[in-house]
């Protein structure tokens, strides 16, 4: 299994845990094409499909304490509605930022 298809298998898991995230969001692996040199299929997307009482706070928190306990702390993108949010440091700053476009996607009406 390559490490980008493991880290985003371990990210599922890490926010199917949580209890917050668990509630209000279904969080599923979309596979893109595989490379030439690669046999089946390659994971690249991890996208919440939220429901009922789904907090975007909760979900960027999720995501950043997991990211804090990975060794090479691997930088996340988050896709919703159009809109990719890109954690790198996972500073107060950026993860205020995902909220807020996260929370926005939500208001405008993005698929459930």
Same mark, same amino acid.
């Given at each position: 299994?390559? $490490?980008?298809?493991?880290?985003?298998?371990?990210?599922?898991? +890490?926010?199917? !845990?949580? /209890?917050?995230?668990? @509630?209000?969001?279904?969080?599923?692996?979309?596979?893109?094409?595989?490379?030439?040199?690669?046999?089946?299929?390659?994971?690249?997307?991890?996208?919440?499909?939220?429901?009922?009482?789904? $907090?975007?706070?909760?979900?960027?928190?999720?995501?950043?304490? +997991?990211?804090? !306990?990975? /060794?090479?702390?691997? @930088?996340?993108?988050?896709?919703?509605?159009?809109?990719?949010?890109?954690?790198?440091?996972?500073?107060?700053?950026?993860?205020?930022?995902?909220?807020?476009?996260?929370?926005?996607?939500?208001?405008?009406?993005?698929?459930?």
């Amino acid at each position: 299994m390559e $490490s980008v298809e493991r880290e985003l298998r371990s990210l599922q898991n +890490w926010l199917r !845990s949580n /209890p917050d995230v668990r @509630r209000s969001a279904v969080v599923e692996l979309h596979g893109g094409a595989p490379r030439p040199e690669e046999m089946g299929t390659a994971f690249d997307v991890l996208e919440p499909v939220t429901g009922n009482g789904w $907090s975007a706070a909760s979900f960027v928190m999720a995501v950043v304490a +997991w990211r804090q !306990s990975r /060794p090479q702390r691997p @930088r996340v993108e988050i896709r919703r509605a159009g809109t990719v949010i890109v954690l790198t440091d996972c500073s107060e700053e950026e993860t205020e930022r995902a909220t807020r476009v996260l929370e926005a996607a939500q208001a405008d009406g993005a698929p459930e």
